[in-house]
């Protein structure tokens, strides 16, 4: 790059960040979702408002939220104490060979988002970097080569088709090459703002694409002259940020838009295999065991993503989605699906980074400082407080609120 480009490089973004708003109004397309044709309606009753009982929720809705609460604060209550756990561990296992305690201690602080000293985890890591951020562009040249914009959902328009794709192969061959990456962040954003012109909840569903713009847009202009094997920890903070508030939302979405939900289910029965899920429906009314599984497969996306976004067992929580969702493009949906690839890089990375910070830390510092100078109340309300306050506020004011709406026009 020449200098005076290198100077002009920072006010070109908005400029190419509107280009990319601009240009996809020429196209016309319409969401395409995977197969999710319904094979018996659901009852909306469950749903909506049902007179006679607490908070005037169905009794297994209810019973979700309770459960979704319960796991919810289980697991913040565990991230609490988290270092006595792991210490007792350490202490059972220190009459074994070195080796068994060496695969332990690396083994508790990939658990508990602690550094891991260890040469193939680290390896894997900077490979898994290099395969965050170059995916995008796989997924645009699939994309172009289907006459889609960005993902598959969006069939280009025949008359202009031709400009779209070669316009998506240029963006994929310098995210490929690593060149330009802020300018690949810009477009990235301008395209996921775009994708309000079909709604909000198209848009609230490309939500993880905006992952990997955050380290496009925070990576420097001369990224085609660096090997780019890690991130900073601002930068896996912002990915962890932005992927858990889109699992969040999108959690949310799929208890308000439930007919698409269980009708993908209804096509794809693999899909309700999900143990998380299972432990969310536990004493639900076997007579809603459909609607039971909308409501727990949302309520574990949004368990989901508030864990990536607090930081709490952010690289547990990583690898169990990248897996999921690895499962899902492979073997449940097929390649129409190839921008999962967006959340599989981003939780990859997540998994094997050794920046990680969570957004509880000054709360768990506070138990710790008051546990330290022996006021045990005081450390047990700052934990139950924190575990229980969170998970109630998180799950019960959402949930009740959902079912003031109807949803009839959805279908």
């Known amino acids: 790059m020449t200098g005076a480009l290198r ?32 094979k018996q309606p659901l009852r909306d009753e469950f749903f909506r408002r049902y007179p006679g009982h607490f908070l005037g929720m169905h009794p297994s809705m209810l019973r979700l939220g309770v459960n979704a609460t319960l796991v919810l604060a289980g697991f913040i209550f565990l991230w609490f104490v988290r270092k006595p756990i792991d210490e007792a561990i350490e ?8 080796r068994v305690q060496r695969i332990v201690h690396e083994l508790t602080c990939f658990v508990t988002d602690r550094p891991v000293l260890n040469r193939v985890f680290h390896a894997i890591g900077e490979w898994v970097v290099v395969l965050f951020l170059r ?21 280009l328009d025949p008359k202009t088709e ?42 609230a569903d490309a939500l993880p694409i905006l992952s990997v713009a955050v380290v496009y847009l925070t990576s ?66 076997p007579a809603f065991s459909r609607e039971c599984w909308v409501v727990s497969f949302g309520l574990a996306e949004v368990l989901s993503g508030f864990m990536l976004m607090t930081g709490t067992f952010s690289r547990v929580w990583g690898a169990i989605m990248a ?47 008051a546990g330290f100078h022996g006021n045990r109340l005081r450390q047990v309300a700052i934990i139950g407080a924190t575990a229980i306050g969170l998970a109630v506020v998180l799950i019960f004011p959402s949930l009740f609120a959902l079912t003031f709406f109807d949803r009839t026009h959805l279908r």
Not at 91 to 98: H, K, Y
Not at 356 to 361: A, I, P, R, V, W
């Open 7 to 38: 100077r002009k490089a920072p006010y070109l973004v908005p400029f190419f960040a509107a280009l990319a708003l601009l240009l996809p109004a020429l196209a016309i397309a319409h969401e395409r979702f995977v197969r999710h044709q319904l």
């Open 91 to 98: 202490r059972l296992v220190a009459v074994a060979g070195a």
């Open 220 to 285: 420097p202009w001369e990224s085609h002259k660096l090997t780019i094997t890690g991130l900073s920890e601002f930068q896996i903070r912002w990915v962890r940020l932005t992927l858990g508030f889109g699992f969040f939302v999108l959690g949310w979405l799929k208890i308000y838009n439930h007919d698409l939900v269980a009708g993908v289910a209804d096509q794809y029965p693999s899909v309700r295999g999900d143990l998380l899920v299972k432990l969310l429906a536990f004493g639900t009314d």
């Open 323 to 369: 897996v999921v969702f690895t499962k899902l493009m492979l073997v449940d949906f097929g390649w129409n699906e190839i921008p999962h690839l967006f959340p599989i890089g981003a939780l990859a990375a997540i998994a094997f980074s050794n920046r990680l910070k969570g957004e509880l830390d000054p709360i768990v510092a506070r138990a710790e400082r």
């Open 135 to 155: 995916v995008p562009g796989l997924v645009l040249m699939y994309s172009a080569a289907n006459n889609s914009l960005v993902m598959p959902s969006y069939p």
């Open 162 to 203: 031709f400009f779209f794709k070669m316009a998506q192969a240029v963006l994929a061959v310098l995210i490929l090459t690593q060149t330009l990456l802020p300018l690949c962040g810009a477009l990235v954003v301008g395209t996921w703002i775009y994708l309000n012109r079909w709604g909000w909840m198209v848009a």
